[in-house]
């Protein structure tokens, strides 16, 4: 009888188990069907995908972990303690249609009521989108998405009359300046202040001053994975880079960044820093992403939208800008 109440001790789980029990906690992001597994299908955020997420992240074996993988489980469990749960909605994500392939149609509309009650919550914690990010979910519910749901429409109507918050940057959220620190210590390897970090860069835009790449720039990835595009890339477990070991990509890669390269790399990580960190205004960031890369309006603000859903992913470049 007194055993009843008692659970198993929990297992390690071994980097290849971990990998392939994340892929299936974030389906919504690592469209594979070999990866799907017959259980139920959690959508980002809530509370057991929250709760398995956790579980995952703290049962890892990571004694029989590279030190690199070490590294990434421990970014990944810092980021838990930080305000992303709050924002449901990953603004990077089409979860409205891509949702709809595999779940039923209550289950999304449960959902989208999840959604609402969660950033009416996180609004008593100073926690609220970015104008930016409102308008992107907004652009996710289409009337294909809304005409059938209530509940979408109900969305809609929540955001149309969301007030956001006046800057697009991290650094205006809670404890802001510190999750993205958190962020750009992970992608850079090392820890700097923000202020070095940026007269650093400044101090190599005349050594990259050369005719930009051409880039493609979508939302669904990151701008770095373009850059790496000719490099074997090596496995990893953040849904967000796309289940790819950004760092050990870079640092495995025989390929130098060619000037132009180092110029796109350069001039997102400037940006960067400046949205996030130092209060930059959309216009700011604009005019620096165009001046620099000379791209029209539209395209930089394409580029903007991926600096603002990729927080500090560039600065995996740095090193590599440094050495051309």
Known sequence: MMAVGCTDPQVPISYENLSKQLKQLNWFA????????????????TEPYLEQRHNLLARADLDSLTETAQQEIQYLSIQQRYPERFLPWPAHLNIAKIAQQQLTSSQLDDWYKYVELRLNAARESKIVLSRVEKQQLLDYLTPDVTRHSSAAQELV???????????????QLPNGKEWYQSKLNFYSGSV??????FGELQSLAGKTNDAPMKINVGMYEPVVHQLLANCDKVPGLNWRDGFVSLSQTVSQCKKTLTKGEAQVALSMMEVDLGVHYFAWSQKQALLALQSRLALNEDQAFVVLKNILFYPATSFVLLESVISV
């Open 30 to 45: 690592y469209q594979s069907s070999s990866e799907q597994a017959d259980k139920m299908l959690e959508l980002p955020f």
């Open 157 to 171: 109507a929540y955001l149309e009359s969301y007030r956001v918050r006046s800057s697009l940057g991290m650094y």
């Open 192 to 197: 700097r202040a923000p202020e070095a970090l």
